[in-house]
């Protein structure tokens, strides 16, 4: 067997446990399975997806650029992250992201958001949302946040209303400077999912929806899937994906 074929066969196999299927038997998983898990299914589909680009380039690996088209994505080197300093005073994470910045050529190089930063603690276990008796949503430190020294601050506006907003201690800012390369990195496997999802979207504009794919729509929407993770698993627009489930009755046309 060549190293194309080889290609061809892994990409097979991991396309289908991105959807849910045996490779070997053709039959679904079972509804517990780990692949079944909508963060792995949707890395599953963008291996799958590289795997392909690189069967139609021939088996060679296809060079990736990056989301900007000009700008580096975000990046420090170990000098600077050695020297990253925490403040004394407690920061947001907006000042703390302005700060890092500061190391970094922003005419050649992307900045660390606060969103990004917060979007990996969230995803590291050290923040989570919470609805409050308004309804209305907001990030509040975990167990493990609160440990690591994030707390919820006050902050006072001008109009006399108390809003409420997560800062780092010291600590925090040593354990957000200790991790910032697993934070860059993770920022540009999100960016670049995000390039691949827009231009797979726009591939499958028109496109008639299959069995397979109504059945996967409807199954994780009753999961509780939001309209990004839909879009993302689907490869559709968020507006395509809400006329299909109004046509399924899910929701109101």
């Known amino acids: 067997m060549t ?19 045996d490779p070997l038997s053709g039959q679904p998983v079972k509804e517990d399975d780990i692949i079944n898990n909508v963060r792995i299914s949707r890395c599953l589909f963008y291996v799958s997806d590289i795997l392909k680009k690189n069967i139609e380039n ?73 609805t409050d008796e308004h309804g209305k949503k907001r990030k509040v430190p975990t167990e493990n946040g609160l440990m690591i020294g994030m707390e919820e601050s006050v902050f006072r506006t001008e109009t006399g209303i108390n809003q409420k907003y997560v800062t780092y201690d010291e600590n925090a800012q040593q354990f957000i400077f200790d991790n910032i390369s697993s934070i860059a990195q993770a920022c540009r496997c999100e960016a670049e999912e995000k390039a691949l999802i827009k231009t797979l979207t726009e591939q499958n504009k028109g496109k008639p929806w299959s069995e397979e794919d109504d059945a996967r729509l409807l199954k994780l929407y009753d999961s509780g899937a939001t309209l990004k993770v839909l879009s993302a698993e689907l490869r559709r627009t968020r507006g395509a994906i809400k006329a299909r489930l109004a046509e399924h009755g899910r929701i109101e046309g």
């Open 58 to 130: 021939g088996g060679t690996a296809v060079k990736h650029t990056n989301v900007s088209g000009q700008k580096e994505y975000f990046s420090l080197t170990a000098e600077q992250i050695d020297a990253l300093t925490p403040n004394e005073q407690r920061l947001s994470a907006a000042k703390m992201t302005s700060y890092i910045n500061t190391f970094i050529d922003t005419d050649r190089m992307q900045k660390l958001t606060a969103t990004s930063l917060v979007a990996w603690l969230m995803e590291a276990g050290f923040l989570c949302e919470m």
């Open 3 to 21: 190293e194309l074929e080889i290609m061809k066969r892994a990409q097979m196999y991991i396309e289908s446990l991105a959807k849910g299927i």
